[in-house]
T-cell receptor, first 114, second 114 residues
């Protein structure tokens, strides 16, 4: 069962554009929603995260929008740069059996062309 | 602060052979995770350790996969015998504690089973 659905699977934007990646979840027990960035040959690295008590969080050029009632959240990258080309994973985390358990989306491969 | 270390970075084996991966987490991190990342998919949790005890191995194919974390520090993941479908990147991650959300990932080991 895919608990976190992510779309699109790939995305191409021009430099300066605003790519948007969407995720939806099913389990209302999730209480932490991180986004990870992964470059080829590297492990994922935490980019930005949000909790369900806020609707938006910004860190630099990266913004998470969160809609608790719709159980959806999205990542926006402002003024995208070629260096942002990577695979982005959304994830959802919640307590299960006394510990935090993270479920990842399928990933979105972003290419920013100059 | 040194990151999560993994070795080897690449491994190619024949099906039915055995293979082992090693992980050294960030110093002081109590929680250690092994993930399997198949090409084009998000990381899937195989096993989670809290110190040297297992807290979740529900998705570990126990007939062929085993893992241990002796002394609550380094960990090894073993596959015996390997199947073609085990071809993937095996990621190790660590976090400060099981209640702490941020996970730090190593670079992964890319396994190819021929």
């Amino acid at each position: 069962q895919q608990q976190v659905k992510q779309s699109p699977q790939s995305l191409i934007v021009q430099k300066g554009g605003i790519p948007i990646i969407n995720c939806a979840y099913e389990n209302t027990a999730f209480d932490y929603f991180p986004w990870y960035q992964q470059f080829p040959g590297k492990g994922p690295a935490l980019l930005i995260a949000i909790r369900p008590d806020v609707s938006e969080k910004k860190e630099g050029r990266f913004t998470i929008s969160f809609n608790k009632s719709a159980k959806q959240f999205s990542l926006h990258i402002m003024d995208s740069q070629p260096g942002d080309s990577a695979t982005y994973f959304c994830a959802a985390s919640g307590k299960s059996g006394g510990y935090q358990k993270v479920t990842f989306g399928i990933g979105t491969k972003l290419q920013v062309i100059p | 602060e040194a990151g999560v270390a993994q070795s080897p970075r690449y491994k190619i084996i024949e099906k039915r052979q055995s293979v082992a991966f090693w992980c050294n987490p960030i110093s002081g991190h109590a929680t250690l995770y092994w993930y399997q990342q198949i090409l084009g998919q998000g990381p899937k949790l195989l096993i989670q350790f809290q110190n040297n005890g297992v807290v979740d191995d529900s998705q570990l194919p126990k007939d062929r996969f085993s893992a241990e974390r002796l002394k609550g520090v380094d960990s090894t993941l073993k596959i015996q015998p390997a199947k073609l479908e085990d071809s993937a990147v095996y990621l190790c991650a660590s976090s400060r504690d099981r209640d702490y959300n941020e996970q730090f990932f190593g670079p992964g080991t890319r396994l190819t089973v021929l």
